[in-house]
T-cell receptor, first 117, second 114 residues
Framework: GAVVSQHPSWVICKSGTSVKIECRSL??????MFWYRQFPKQSLMLMAT?????????EQGVEKDKFLINHASLTLSTLTVTSAHPEDSSFYIC?????????????FGPGTRLTVL | AQSVTQPDIHITVSEGASLELRCNYS??????LFWYVQSPGQGLQLLLK??????LVQGIKGFEAEFKRSQSSFNLRKPSVHWSDAAEYFC????????????FGTGTKLQVIP
């Protein structure tokens, strides 16, 4: 089946620094990837839709200048949390659409735990 | 706008007992429906999906779900629960247009007791 990886799996950083999270589709090309944020004991909240070769589409209320998304190739999307603060601490999960998969079907990465001190 | 409701936040069942997790959706057209499972600190694994056709869908790990259009439901079932099934379960509905975004329910945490 389709495999999506994320790196790093966890990261701790100081307040004010920037953190980059990578999302890769390992065995398929993904024109569309999604970034989610999950707070403890809560559901996934879609942050943005990442499209290869074009600007990301952000959901309402998500700061695009804080959460920079780049979909540089058909297998890689990155999320950069700029000037991170403790309230940005969360579990970030990416997913990718496999064009060969069914409509709406997404394959999820294992997630990245971000802790901002 | 599409939405998903999972009315049960937490469910406890005994190992070997049957399980049903409820899911109700709201979507204007024929929905694409999914059930995912998430173990602590992990990503999501797809259990099963419904796009069209047979309303009873079989998935991995012995799970099945039934799509009932009249009730706007897509409940997940398993005849005999194993301790390893303890996890968080998410129902989701996908749109057919645009980027085919998926909306998740709030999740049901399953606890399995010996």
């Amino acid at each position: 089946g389709a495999v999506v990886s994320q790196h790093p799996s966890w990261v701790i950083c100081k307040s004010g620094t920037s953190v980059k999270i990578e999302c890769r589709s390992l065995d398929f090309q993904a024109t569309t990837m999604f970034w989610y944020r999950q707070f403890p004991k809560q559901s996934l909240m879609l942050m943005a839709t990442s499209n290869e070769g074009s600007k990301a589409t952000y959901e309402q209320g998500v700061e695009k200048d804080k959460f920079l998304i780049n979909h540089a190739s058909l297998t890689l999307s990155t999320l950069t949390v700029t000037s991170a603060h403790p309230e940005d601490s969360s579990f970030y999960i990416c997913s990718a659409r496999d064009p060969a998969g069914g409509p709406g079907e997404q394959f999820f990465g294992p997630g990245t735990r971000l802790t901002v001190l | 706008a599409q939405s998903v409701t999972q009315p049960d936040i937490h469910i406890t069942v005994s190992e070997g007992a049957s399980l049903e997790l409820r899911c109700n959706y709201s979507y204007g057209a024929t929905p694409y429906l999914f059930w995912y499972v998430q173990s602590p600190g992990q990503g999501l694994q797809l259990l099963l999906k419904y796009f069209s056709g047979d309303t009873l869908v079989q998935g991995i790990k012995g799970f099945e779900a039934e799509f009932k259009r009249s009730q706007s439901s897509f409940n997940l079932r398993k005849p005999s629960v194993h301790w390893s099934d303890a996890a968080e379960y998410f129902c989701a509905v996908g749109s057919s247009g645009g980027y085919q975004k998926v909306t998740f329910g709030t999740g049901t945490k399953l606890q399995v007791i010996p």
